[in-house]
C-alpha cells in the first residue's frame, strides 16, 4: 500500500518568514495530493491540493510543488502569520481511493 | 458548501457500554465515507471505508465486530463502538467524498472526542 512520510515533525519560524514542509509517496499511481490543516481539538480543513498532472499550484501565501519523479511534493507558506501556526498534514491517494495521510507537522509561527 | 457534521462531539461512557457516532454530510451526497481514528499529536489512523448501501471495508487491525459502521444511506453514516473499554478512548473523525467540488476531495467533520471510564 501506499506510504507516505513528512518532514520536520516541528517547525518554528519567525512571523514573516517562509515555511516549507516536504513529504514523499511510494506508490507512484498516486495521484491526488492533498494538504490539511488542522487546529488544536479541531477538524482536518483542506487548504490546497494538487493532482499529478500539475507541477505547482498556489493559491496566496500557499503553494504546493509535486515532482512524479522524485515521488515528493512540497507544501510552502510565505510571510507566515501567528494564524498559520497549527498541524499540516500532507495526504497521497489514488483518485477515488483511500487516502493515506503523512504523520504531520506542527508549525509553530512566533510572533 | 461540503459541509460534514458530527453527532456527539464529545462522550463519556462507562467500560462495556456501546456508543453510536453519527456522521452526516449536510449539503451533498456522500457515496463514500471514511472513519478514523486520532491519538494525541499522532496522525489519523484510518479505520474503514464505507460506501452507501455496502459493507464497510476495515483496514488491518480493527476489529469489524467492535467498531460496527453501518452507511445507510447517502447522508448518514454510524459508527458503533461496541462494549468499549478505556483503551478506546481517542478523538474519532469522520469525512465524506461525493459529489462536492471535487470527487476526490475528502471533507472532515468536527470529530467526536470518546472518553470510555
Known amino acids: 500500500g501506499e506510504n507516505v512520510e513528512q518532514h520536520p515533525s516541528t517547525l518554528s519560524v519567525q512571523e514573516g518568514d517562509s515555511a516549507v514542509i516536504k513529504c514523499t509517496y511510494s506508490?507512484?499511481?498516486?495521484?491526488?495530493f492533498p494538504w490539511y490543516k488542522q487546529e488544536l481539538g479541531k477538524r482536518p480543513q483542506l487548504i490546497i491540493d494538487i493532482r499529478s498532472n500539475v507541477g505547482e499550484k498556489k493559491d496566496q501565501r500557499i503553494a504546493v510543488t509535486l515532482n512524479k519523479t522524485a515521488k515528493h511534493f512540497s507544501l510552502h507558506i510565505t510571510e507566515t502569520q501567528p494564524e498559520d501556526s497549527a498541524v499540516y498534514f500532507c495526504?497521497?491517494?489514488?483518485?477515488?481511493?483511500?487516502?493515506?495521510f503523512g504523520i504531520g507537522t506542527k508549525l509553530q509561527v512566533i510572533p | 458548501g461540503a459541509v460534514v457534521s458530527q453527532h456527539p462531539s464529545w462522550v463519556i461512557c462507562k467500560s462495556g457500554t456501546s456508543v453510536k457516532i453519527e456522521c452526516r454530510s449536510l449539503d451533498f451526497q456522500a457515496t463514500t465515507m471514511f472513519w478514523y481514528r486520532q491519538f494525541p499529536k499522532q496522525s489519523l489512523m484510518l479505520m474503514a471505508t464505507?460506501?452507501?448501501?455496502?459493507?464497510?471495508?476495515?483496514e488491518q487491525g480493527v476489529e469489524k465486530d467492535k467498531f460496527l459502521i453501518n452507511h445507510a444511506s447517502l447522508t448518514l453514516s454510524t459508527l458503533t463502538v461496541t462494549s468499549a473499554h478505556p483503551e478506546d478512548s481517542s478523538f474519532y473523525i469522520c469525512s465524506a467524498r461525493g459529489l462536492a467540488s471535487a470527487l476526490e476531495t475528502q471533507y472532515f467533520g468536527p470529530g467526536t472526542r470518546l472518553l470510555v471510564l
Open positions: 495526504a497521497a491517494s489514488t483518485g477515488y481511493q483511500k487516502v493515506t
Open positions: 506508490d507512484s499511481a498516486s495521484n491526488y
Open positions: 464505507s460506501n452507501e448501501g455496502s459493507k464497510a471495508t476495515y
